[in-house]
Nanobody
Framework: QVQLVESGGGLVQAGGSLRLSCAASGSTFNINVRGWYRQAPGKQRELVAIITNGGSTIYADSVKGRFTISRDNNAKNTVALQMNSLKPEDTAVYFC?????????WGQGTQVTVSS
């Protein structure tokens, strides 16, 4: 069984930075950890950023120019999200997302709170 383990969330003032990390653990064969989503209270989960197998990146319009998604050593079982110039509206639980075959896997989520 595979698990996605996130780290790096916390409380930061507006304009500050945080770095989220996600790594697959357990049975990591053929896992592709590929992106980050977030869910704010009372709202639906939304895409933040994805990195494709070829290394291309896709960002939500609201985070373009501020967030950067990357992999550690191009390993498909890890993904990181560097978040700069954070805004109060970035406050949410951030979830790591991965796939193996046709199965989607989610991390447990990490809270990011941005104070004004």
């Amino acid at each position: 069984q595979v698990q996605l383990v996130e780290s790096g969330g916390g409380l930061v003032q507006a304009g500050g930075s945080l770095r989220l990390s996600c790594a697959a653990s357990g049975s990591t064969f053929n896992i592709n950890v590929r992106g980050w989503y977030r869910q704010a209270p009372g709202k639906q989960r939304e895409l933040v950023a994805i990195i494709t197998n070829g290394g291309s990146t896709i960002y939500a319009d609201s985070v373009k120019g501020r967030f950067t998604i990357s992999r550690d050593n191009n390993a498909k079982n890890t993904v990181a999200l560097q978040m700069n110039s954070l805004k109060p509206e970035d406050t949410a639980v951030y979830f790591c997302n991965g796939v193996r075959s046709v199965t989607t896997i989610w991390g447990q989520g990490t809270q990011v709170t941005v104070s004004s």
